[in-house]
């Protein structure tokens, strides 16, 4: 059920949420929809500041398994309805104040350029680089579920003219990218390990504070005692890696990712599973 001011910001804006849902996709995606299992083991290259647009941000970054949910619901769960003023023997009322809801009454203009200038980015992550698939990382769910909501009323009524508005709604955000070899890699080599009764670590490696490009990863023994280390660029790290897939080949077929199976066609794997070298 929707919130008094929530009600409030479609009645501003014009919005009717039955009939917006008809014409639009009005959920919001998690990162499990999009990466299944291999999204608890996301390796992110170092983050920069660049401009994302809301239309290419799908949803958030949760590591659960929840289905997809509706704009609107979220929308209650991060904008609540301002409690009633308390009254006092020393005051008349008790003022309370939601800093976000004022954003709800804003036009798109002004509420992109209150997003810009805020000095605390929207946090994205991009988990999906082929299809430049964004999520809300850590910061900034209030103005992404606004202007998203914005966002779909405009383009249900200009399905024509989606990349012309998707311009339009270009924010400014921290941007951390995922880096899909050392994800994947990282992903066979976990598991490999779990099966033999180990655990596995990782970092990036940096030199006097500059990221190299290097992954740092370790097999833990009993009470995480490191048994192996290894540093590798992108090259080696594939190359240490093939043996693994081969071992368990199969297995990483059937997930159902489309940059992971990107992915394994890159490294030249054909249909009756073996690795062309």
């Not at 996709?25 to 994302?52: A, C, K, M, W």
């Not at 941007?175 to 990782?202: H, M, P, S, V, W």
């Not at 590798?232 to 093939?242: A, C, Q, S």
Request: charged share 25%; aromatic share 12%; proline share 3%.
């Amino acid at each position: 059920m929707l919130n008094n001011v929530i009600k409030q910001f479609l009645i501003y804006h014009g919005i009717n949420p039955e009939y917006l849902s008809k014409l639009v996709d009005t959920n919001v995606y998690h990162t499990p929809q999009y990466l299944g299992v291999i999204s608890n083991v996301i390796i992110f290259r170092p983050q920069v500041i660049t401009e994302v647009s809301i239309g290419d941000i799908y949803g958030t970054n949760i590591n659960n398994s929840r289905g997809a949910e509706s704009i609107f619901d979220l929308l209650c769960e991060f904008y609540k309805d301002e409690p009633k003023p308390k009254r006092s023997f020393f005051k008349k009322t008790d003022e309370h104040h939601i800093r976000s809801n004022d954003n709800l009454l804003l036009n798109r203009d002004a509420m992109l350029e209150k997003c810009n200038a805020s000095p605390e980015l929207m946090s994205v992550c991009r988990i999906d680089n082929a299809n430049n698939i964004n999520l809300i990382y850590s910061n900034g769910m209030h103005r992404y579920l606004a202007l998203r909501t914005l966002y779909l009323k405009e383009i249900s009524n200009n399905p024509n003219d989606i990349e012309r508005i998707k311009k339009k709604y270009k924010v400014k955000v921290g941007l951390n990218e995922i880096d899909e070899i050392k994800t994947f890699c990282f992903f066979i080599f976990r598991r490999y390990q779990r099966k033999n009764g180990k655990r596995a670590g990782y970092r990036l490696e940096y030199v006097n504070r500059e990221y190299t490009g290097r992954l740092l990863f370790a097999t833990l023994g009993e009470n995480n005692k490191v048994e192996e280390e290894f540093a590798f660029n992108d090259e080696e790290l594939i190359e240490f890696i093939k043996p693994f897939i081969e071992l368990d080949l199969d297995y990483y077929k059937s997930i159902k990712v489309p940059s992971f199976q990107l992915f394994l066609t890159s490294l030249g794997y054909n249909e009756d599973s073996k690795i062309k070298l």
